[in-house]
């Protein structure tokens, strides 16, 4: 990797898909409105970012760093969250398209999902003890073996999450979402 480094830039409008973003170590950095769907992220350390409405499907990211990162209305369809460096490993999301994303193994405490659309995702053996998914679209998402403590999903809708193969002590959910932890007993809540 290139020891190109970036500080409290702004990146608008760009189509990283087309020509790759430079390799290196973005820190406090803002990407707008960009397009880096495909694209090569590996091995690129992002500190204290934040990507507002960029489209960032199917990107790979093997041993991307992601510490302290934030996504709002990104577009981030397909990412296997679960190939980043895993050191120190912090983000939130806002507003977000997640779908089909993979989360497996993760250490993701206190992860923010804010009105995101989080379907066919996988959180296997994931800990996400006290996570937020607040108005949160969760269905076909996969909670096998996921650490749940703590989490607040008292907003979040479509979620199957089975409490014999998931840590869910002190858990919050809402009276209106708790069929979601009943779906495998195959019954009637009236």
Same mark, same amino acid.
């Given at each position: 990797m290139s020891e190109d480094y970036f500080?409290?830039?702004?990146?608008?409008?760009?189509?990283?898909?087309?020509?790759?973003?430079?390799?290196?170590?973005?820190?406090?950095?803002?990407?707008?409105?960009?397009s880096l769907s495909g694209s090569d992220l590996s091995l690129i350390k992002f500190v204290e970012c934040r990507f507002e409405s960029c489209d960032l499907s199917l990107a790979r990211v093997t041993g991307a760093v992601f510490n302290d990162v934030e996504f709002k209305n990104c577009k981030m369809l397909g990412l296997r969250f679960d190939s980043c460096n895993k050191l120190l490993m912090k983000f939130n999301f806002d507003g977000c398209q997640l779908s089909t994303s993979i989360f497996? &193994? =993760?250490?993701?405490?206190?992860?923010?999902? $804010? !009105?995101?659309?989080?379907?066919?995702?996988?959180? #296997?053996?994931?800990?996400?003890?006290?996570?937020?998914?607040?108005i949160s679209d969760l269905s076909g998402t996969i909670f096998n073996n996921t650490n749940?403590?703590?989490? &607040? =999903?008292?907003?979040?809708?479509?979620?199957? $999450? !089975?409490?014999?193969?998931?840590?869910?002590?002190? #858990?919050?959910?809402?009276?209106?979402?708790v069929k979601g932890l009943l779906h495998k007993f195959d019954i009637e809540i009236l």
């Open positions: 500080e409290d830039e702004e990146f608008s409008g760009a189509d990283y898909s087309k020509k790759p973003l430079t390799k290196g170590d973005y820190e406090n950095c803002r990407f707008a409105n960009c497996c &193994d =993760l250490k993701l405490i206190n992860t923010r999902f $804010i !009105d995101c659309k989080v379907r066919d995702a996988d959180f #296997a053996n994931t800990d996400l003890s006290g996570s937020t998914y607040d749940l403590k703590k989490a &607040d =999903l008292t907003s979040s809708f479509n979620f199957s $999450i !089975d409490p014999e193969n998931n840590r869910i002590r002190k #858990a919050k959910f809402s009276a209106e979402n």
